[in-house]
């Protein structure tokens, strides 16, 4: 066995995070090496490093024995290391020939394109991947997803790499696709491809994988033949983490349901689920990327277009809209703080005014100052918001800072249900544990909070219950008192066998 | 086949405006009668050809999602008064007719420089260049015409004839095929379509996105100051504002011709067809006798039809 690709102590600092801390470990030639972690883990940092969209921060990399240090994605390419991502990198309005030889396509003498060549190669590498059945002139965006993906591995093909990173490859796939996609992996094998293969799912990894790698909060856990290891094994190399902090005590929710969810399905996307938010109850959301539940936080909040179900609060069903769950006392907090949270180029002060700008404004639509800088300056001081003053633009707080604020502004319009999207991403961990007390304090009030969350930790420490889902499944109900983080896992990731329900 | 509603919606959405054009002239050639005479319709193309010709290099940005440049009509307008003042000043008229050109090219790369290398966003870059280069424009003509006997060399360029066909239209379907050529048989357009469909795909499959977009920028600049030269050597002489009057026909015709503004997607022989209809809104209202402000109504309010036909896409959606 020959070594293909060594990695050798590499690391890449983001500023405030650490992304991957001293990763070493090697892919042997001709093997398919497995890379598993939870999200947020390193596991998109580390193929970005190795395909030359990113450059370490420290470390090397060694190919067949020589140094490389990628500065492009051309370079990783030139190299012989093609990466399919996870994000959809196809063309969606070109057709299929033009996408598998993007960046490569064929020319006769003056840039000519020859299409002769162009259809005769494409015809070929789909041949060798048993997708014959694709019309070469369709465009991408007619394509199933399964065919999609073969379009990205029929990419990489042409540029006769012997290094094939997946990232994800299978998430848009059914199970026929997916069949199919492990077929044309294990022929490529078979033709001496090295792969290095990312998968959340891990039974795809112990059908594929020769060898594994476990990330975790951007530290190698471990690399292990695959017959030397087992799933067990490996959920809880993933999760292994201690409860670190503490989180604050729980208060006893009360039985008074505020939120009611009936039935609620939205195609693919989730299907079917229902449960009862009460007062004072913090109910948490966990499942894997793709799982449906940032889609659900969407459409609790009205936001997110459904084809049944109903969400009922004080006995009214709640019209699909933002505007409505706003009126009715429901908050969102949405992931992507700074698309969607805040506005970063409005002051402190007008980002918590703004939902309830109406109120303090008389019938012209002149806003009362004095009032505005009150009610800002009341919540600013209860949350502890760091700034300079309430003036000051939101682009300059930092992100935990820029999240109190965006939740500022819900409790400045006395919300009554507050939906968390990812609330601690990408904050710092002090701030990450204030914001635990903020949760911890509002469900005392008696607020309804729904935390949708990667983090399990997170999720324990804070919830009364937590629902756990896969593919748009509710795949469990916990109570978070009498569970622990590998039987969420275990649910997530669809392994719940000789696991009882605690709930 | 099962034609799907949304595939109905797109096409109507990329060619909409191609009925509303045909009614048009339907509609013209029944109650005039000069509207479809050989020598109307070479008006017609010939009024068409320098905004069609710089609308080839507007679709190119666009396409490549690279934003989208104002300033052509400006670069238009200075290249023009080069010209004039070149050969007025006693130079060879083909000097005149290079610096014209050059002119354009080194502006359109000024611009791609400041949007590829300096990022700013294409729309601002090009509107303080518009602003600047009209300037200059006023500066060297001093708000004078300019015009000397020795630029009737030049008249040839777009009052010439050849056969029955001006000069001006044989150009314009000239470039007009050179660029179907370019972006639907070479390299060149394959990834410029791939740019404008997935910019980070493209860069991940190793394409200089930044040098196909420099590129895009400096054929719009070379158009544009080869119009230029055509509307100079149409009027006989040049002015400072002569550019003006350009800068709304250019844009629209590359968004009638159903060029997507966030890029990727359009056809370059629709852009043609949406040129020639909008020289074909105003030849058909003075054929009507129709006044020359409700002319101008009438045309805006084809334009908001044919437009609006752009919207569908997103409706579905």
């Known amino acids: ?503 | 086949m099962k034609i799907s509603r949304a595939k109905v919606y797109e096409f109507l959405a990329e060619n909409g405006f191609i009925i509303i054009f045909i009614v048009w002239c339907v509609f013209l050639t029944t109650v005039t009668d000069s509207f479809l005479k050989v020598s109307n319709l070479m008006t017609v193309l010939r009024q068409a050809s320098i905004v069609g010709i710089i609308a080839i290099g507007e679709t190119l940005i666009v396409l490549m999602g690279a934003g989208m440049d104002i300033s052509l009509a400006a670069i238009l307008g200075l290249s023009g008064v080069l010209v004039a003042t070149t050969i007025a000043g006693g130079f060879p008229v083909f000097t005149g007719l290079l610096a014209g050109i050059f002119t354009g090219g080194i502006i359109g790369f000024g611009n791609g420089i400041l949007v590829t290398r300096v990022r700013i966003n294409g729309i601002v870059v090009t509107l303080g260049m518009m602003y600047a280069l009209e300037g200059v424009a006023f500066v060297l003509t001093r708000g004078q015409t300019i015009s000397s006997p020795a630029m009737q060399t030049l008249a040839p360029l777009s009052r010439g004839y050849l056969g029955p066909v001006p000069v001006p239209v044989l150009i314009l379907f000239l470039f007009y095929g050179l660029a179907f050529y370019l972006l639907n048989y070479t390299v060149f357009g394959a990834r410029a379509y791939a740019i404008g469909n997935n910019e980070r795909a493209s860069w991940l499959s190793g394409i200089n996105i930044d040098r196909y977009r420099l590129l895009a920028y400096v054929f719009a600049g070379l158009l544009a100051g080869f119009g230029g030269v055509m509307q100079t050597a149409r009027m006989g002489s040049a002015t400072g504002a002569m550019g003006s009057e350009f800068l709304f026909p250019i844009l629209t015709a590359v968004i009638l011709g159903g060029v997507s503004l966030s890029g990727g997607k359009g056809k370059i022989l629709n852009v043609l067809i949406a040129a020639v209809f909008l020289t074909t809104i105003n030849n058909g209202l003075i054929l009507l006798n129709v006044p020359i402000y409700s002319q101008k109504i009438i045309s805006g309010a084809i334009l908001i039809l044919a437009l609006s036909l752009d919207r569908l896409r997103n409706v579905r959606s």
């Not at chain 1, 490859?169 to 996609?181: D, F, H, P, S, Y």
């Not at chain 1, 059908?207 to 951007?218: E, S």
């Not at chain 1, 959920?235 to 039935?263: C, H, W, Y």
């Not at chain 1, 609790?300 to 009214?316: N, Q, T």
């Open chain 1, 1 to 503: 066995m020959t070594v293909k690709l060594e990695l050798k102590k590499l690391s890449k600092q983001f500023p405030g995070v650490k992304a991957l801390d001293q990763i070493s470990f090697s892919i042997q030639t001709g093997e398919i090496h497995g890379l598993v972690g939870e999200n947020g883990a390193g596991k998109s940092t580390l193929i970005k490093l190795i395909s030359g969209a990113l450059e370490p921060t420290s470390g090397e990399m060694a190919l067949d024995n020589r140094s490389y240090r990628p500065r492009s994605p051309r370079e990783a390419l030139n190299a012989g290391i093609s990466t399919i991502y996870q994000e959809r990198s196809w063309l969606p309005y070109r057709n299929v020939m033009f996408n598998i030889m993007l960046g490569n396509e064929p020319a006769l003498s003056g840039a000519r394109l020859d299409f002769q060549n162009l259809r005769s190669r494409c015809e070929e590498i789909l041949r060798m991947l048993g997708a014959r059945d694709i019309p070469l002139s369709s465009r991408a965006e007619d394509l199933k997803a399964g065919q999609k993906q073969i379009l990205e591995i029929a990419r990489a093909l042409v540029q006769q790499s012997s290094l094939l990173i997946m990232d994800e490859a299978t998430a848009a796939l059914n199970n026929e696709e997916q069949e199919a996609l492990f077929a044309v992996i294990k022929n490529l094998k078979a033709s001496g491809l090295t792969i290095l293969y990312i998968s959340h799912r891990l039974e795809e990894i112990f059908r594929l994988a020769d060898r594994v790698t476990v990330l975790r909060d951007g530290k190698l856990v471990r690399t292990a033949a695959i017959s030397e290891t087992t799933k067990d094994q490996l959920i809880t190399d993933m999760v292994g983490r201690s409860l670190s902090g503490a989180f604050p005590q729980k208060s006893q929710p009360s039985a008074r349901p505020l939120l009611e969810v009936k039935n609620l399905s939205a195609g693919k996307y989730f299907r079917q689920l229902s449960f009862t938010v009460h007062e004072g109850e913090v109910m948490g959301i966990a499942g894997l990327a793709g799982s449906g539940k940032e889609e659900l936080g969407l459409a609790l909040f009205g936001a997110f277009p459904l084809e049944s179900g109903e969400r009922i609060m004080a006995g009214k069903i709640l019209p699909p809209s933002p505007e409505k769950a706003i009126e009715h006392g429901i908050a969102y907090l949405p992931d992507d703080r700074k698309k969607e949270g805040i506005f970063l180029t409005l002051s402190v002060k007008r980002n918590i005014s703004l939902p309830v700008l109406k109120s303090l404004s008389n019938v012209l639509g002149h806003i009362r100052r004095r009032q505005e800088q009150a009610l800002a300056g009341e919540w600013v001081e209860r949350l502890a918001v760091k700034t300079p003053g309430l003036a000051e633009l939101c682009e300059n707080l930092s992100g935990g800072n820029q999240q109190k604020v965006s939740l500022a502004k819900w409790l400045a319009s006395r919300a009554k249900v507050i939906i968390l999207s990812h609330p601690t991403q990408e904050i710092d961990v002090g701030a990450k544990f204030e914001f635990y007390q903020l949760i911890a304090e509002l469900s005392r009030s008696g607020k309804g909070i729904i935390l949708i969350s990667s983090e399990l930790p997170e999720l324990l420490g804070l919830c009364h219950n937590i629902l756990v889902m896969r593919d748009g499944k509710m795949a469990a109900r916990l109570d978070a008192s009498k569970t622990d983080a590998e039987t969420i896992m275990r649910y997530a990731l669809g392994h719940e066998i000789d696991v009882k329900s605690s709930a």
